[in-house]
């Protein structure tokens, strides 16, 4: 079983080395990951060493290998989740217990130390990576870690305080037991399935990077068009849906930016827009890009006088940033409409036409539609899409 568990980490921890050359955006944490399941599978294999060693000899680079894998693992999960600190604690942890197991190996040897200090050292270390995730992971293979990690430091804890009911202190861990058997043999499962917790972690997150590729803005990290249509979509064919409006944003002469300072500055300019927005929005608004430099804005649950508030709040954040432009904006509250259209095409058309009055009367400032953006009324846009006043 141990055997067999250390080749699945030797085979999983390669696959993770060989991960970030075949996916070019960074995941952080792969290669200690990686290196930490060769750790294990090396110190499985050192564990055989007791046929051309004497059994202390063989014991140690075993425990050693092990042991840092453990705390490299948990280091790999650190960078993997984004939390700084350094894993300096548990490299000290492992350094002083290898040194009080080889204290009970050559000087005053004593079996049941030794097994209570490894499998202490190591439930320690499954006990602090499991609350690192559950602090900080997200998701079901973090959850699914987690499990594996609880399921460890139980089994490690179960043995440590086992060793000193079953076994003698001149024994080692070759020596045949039932007791010492089981363990082995559980703690090489919850290890295999240790290296397809991180295999499922990596691959979660590849799949996450790629669902935000597909539905958000490279520029911007708005939302692309389609995914916000279909966000509006959704919360305006919600029957128990609260209020919905829409804001419509345009930067106000934004192609001078473009003329005098260039496109890439343009593009800089569009990027910090959308954060300051983002920062200024309230909870639960998704902000999308519209198009070019036109941005909408979906809030749920917010009454004429709250948009509104939104949006001047939006507008004056802008202006407060001198980005060199600054924004129109056009709001529209759904409500029942005699329009040909869908929903939301319609408010999309109120709020477009509002954006547009804005535009009239002078630009940076905020219009909601009203009783002169009637379904009706053609949309100034759609007759001339590039004439704004
Ligand atoms: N840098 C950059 N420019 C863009 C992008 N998308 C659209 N634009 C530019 O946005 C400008 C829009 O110009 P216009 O439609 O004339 O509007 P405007 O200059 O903002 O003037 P008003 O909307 O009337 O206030 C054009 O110069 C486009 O090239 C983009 O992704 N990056």
Not at 202 to 227: K, Q
Not at 243 to 250: K, S
Not at 373 to 378: G, L, S
Request: aromatic share 8%; with cysteine; glycine share 10%.
């Amino acid at each position: 079983m141990s055997t067999m568990a250390g080749l699945m980490s030797l085979v999983i921890g390669a696959l993770l080395l060989g991960l970030p050359g075949r996916y070019a955006a960074r995941i952080p944490g792969l290669r200690a990951w990686g290196c930490a399941l060769l750790m294990y599978a090396l110190g499985t294999a050192s564990y055989l060493l007791n046929h051309v060693l004497p059994t202390g000899l063989a014991t140690m680079p075993g425990n050693a290998l092990v042991m840092f894998g453990f705390a490299l693992l948990m280091a790999g999960s650190r960078r993997f989740l984004g939390c700084p600190k350094a894993p300096g604690p548990m490299l000290w942890l492992c350094c002083i217990s290898l040194g009080v197991i080889a204290f009970f190996q050559f000087v005053v040897p004593d079996y049941r130390v030794r097994i209570s200090v490894f499998t202490g050292t190591l439930a320690f270390i499954a006990l602090a990576h499991l609350r690192l995730l559950l602090r900080h992971g997200q998701g079901w293979a973090s959850r699914f870690m987690a499990g594996v990690l609880g399921c460890l430091s139980l089994v490690m804890g179960v043995r440590g305080v086992l060793t000193w009911w079953v076994d003698r202190p001149d024994m080692h861990i070759y020596m045949p037991s039932s007791v010492q058997g089981a363990y082995v043999a559980s703690y090489a499962f919850a290890v295999l399935l240790l290296g397809v917790g991180v295999l499922f972690m990596a691959t979660e997150r590849v799949r996450v990077e790629f669902e935000h590729m597909a539905t958000h803005d490279g520029l911007t990290h708005a939302l692309t068009r389609r995914s916000w249509m279909s966000r509006a979509e959704a919360a305006l064919a919600d029957p128990g849906r609260p209020l919905v409006a829409v804001l419509m944003l345009d930067l106000d002469h934004f192609k001078r930016i473009n003329d005098a300072q260039g496109h890439q500055a343009g593009d800089r300019v569009l990027a910090t827009l959308a954060r300051v927005m983002a920062d200024a929005l309230p909870p639960g608004a998704a902000l999308g890009r519209y198009g070019g430099e036109e941005f909408v804005i979906l809030l749920e649950g917010h009454a004429a006088a709250q948009a509104l508030e939104v949006a001047e709040r939006l507008r004056q954040a802008v202006q407060a940033r001198a980005l060199g432009c600054t924004v129109s904006i056009g709001l529209a509250l759904a409500g029942p409409t005699q329009s040909p259209q869908t929903p939301l095409d319609a408010l999309i058309q109120r709020a477009d036409r509002a954006l547009y009055r804005a535009k009239g009367q002078g630009r940076n400032q905020v219009q909601q539609a009203g009783p002169a953006e009637r379904d009706a009324a053609p949309s100034p846009l759609q007759a001339a899409p590039q004439s704004r006043p």
